[in-house]
């Protein structure tokens, strides 16, 4: 076989790692009663070593592989780095939860490695299959994980329903994938692409149909907001570290799907379909504002939060254009941005949480927690600031990119009603600040201390001050980050372009 | 339209098909007699008459084993097609199989330690 070489094995290592670790895991838990100290520092060590083969792989741009189902370039390589960070910031945080409320099994790294294994596969996807297999791969290890908390009825309720909700969601995606394969001919985004721009296939209204079901598939992974039900409560229910995952991992990879997928395939008919996710991107931040404004469960309001966000990052979508990467840009660096500021933001929330039972997090959980725990208060602080996009943090220059972005594009309306809409939610990030800083403690609310949640917050940290105004230097500062995503999307457009 | 002259024998089938059914309910309905009674509104179950409700509990156990045999008989279908063309694919989908069936033996090795094969 000519296609196999010894040279595809290679850029296959990353995903090869993290198969290796997770059927190790699963062999572990089978093995052994409890997960140890020493099976999450094997599960680091694995995520370091996918990690050093992700940066020996930067650099070499190399084409399609595997008769063009997988692509292993920089667009890959750069959200196989955030999502190995969010894999990274998961297990880190559900050191001290997963004792705390007695899930401590060998099996939880397992499905975290699949489902990272399977994110690998759908942001490195070059073909719509290969998209699919990436998604449910993906997408059955985190119900899996959803439903880890097996004796807690919100946790079986949430995995349920986001499983029911997902296999619907697939099945519109498959449904969309049939029709263009009926229409193109193929299913390898090289031949989509030319059969889009050759055949005028714009015109045709089987082809914005397809493009639509696609489109309402993505949009349920990214919790856009017609498909957005399933978010809050399947974020409440889940363990705290997943509902980190899965805010931050499950959304960059998906958008990544998203966004090569449209970037590559699609440009050639962005008038056709502009028009649904102007309406999607609307509706998804203003409704997840709004709504988020009456939350008084922390995990519940960072649930619409998110939603909100997937909002702003859709605002990119919108300003794709083949001659200028800003909104693509944009998007890669938003994605970054926003994994940091969520896991910070989780990490805080796992420490607060309580037993399964008694369902906390409510007003009275936080109230003081800047005098009482004040490195924890201060970090949470800065990251409701950052999630507001207010200067000098990352989340305020991931919003300016996208805007301005935006605008470049001549989409001035919907950069003014992203920009009303961060301003309405400053109302309840800043609440949370309020919260912890200006109400009395209740003595009776018990914050929980872990080393490595509060090591994650300590990164995510840095990184949320780091990434919004620091100099490219030892570590990667702004202009570094912005130019390898300018690199990558190069690359992108260079192979769809051929 | 071409669509339409390419596919109108299988549109009309499809309406024959609405049709007949229908017409035949309808006819049956309309002229019939009816004289309900209890023997006739109980449900058919091949003349005998209904014991018990139909939604009983049964062990979650054969949901286990059902799913280990779809697993293993989604197996079959892909070591199957790859039998027929062991020769073409030589060395390659040898190793290529051999990977697949590692890694559904270790799931098998999980499912016999976690006890999913014992009945009791």
Redesign the interface.
Known sequence: ?PA?TIDVVYQLMPLVVLLVGG?GF??A???TRSAGPLQRGFALATLFVTLLYVFKLWGADAGPILHGMLIMDRFALFFLVVVIICALGTILISNGYLDRFGLNRGEFFSMVFFSTMGMGVLVSAYDLISVFLGIELMSLAIYVLVAFRRRDFFSNEAALKYFIMGAFAIAFYLFGVSLIYGLCGSTNFEAIAVAVSERNLAQQPVFLLAIGLIIGAMGFKVSSVPFHMWTPDVYQGAPTPITSFMATAVKAASFAAFLRLFYTCFMASKDQWVGIIIVLAILTMTIGNLVALVQRNLKRMLAYSSIAHAGYIMVGLVALSVDDTKAASAIMYYTLVYAFMTMGAFAVVSLLERRADERGLEGGDYAGLGLRRPFVGLCMAVFMFSLAGIPPTAGFFGKYYMFSAAVDQGYVTLAVIGVLNSAVSLYYYLRVVVSMYMQKSDEAAPTYDDYATRFVTLVALLAVLWLGIGPSGWVPGVETILDWTRASLAGVLELSSR | MPLAEKYSSLFFLFALALAVPTIMVFLAWVTGPRRPGSEKSLPFECGVDPTGNPRRRFGVKFFLVALLFLIFDVETIFIFPWAVLFRELGI?GFIEMSIFLM?LL??L??AW??GALEWE
């Open positions: 076989m196999f059927l699963m062999l838990g089978a093995m | 390659f890694i270790l799931g090795f999980y330690k976690k």
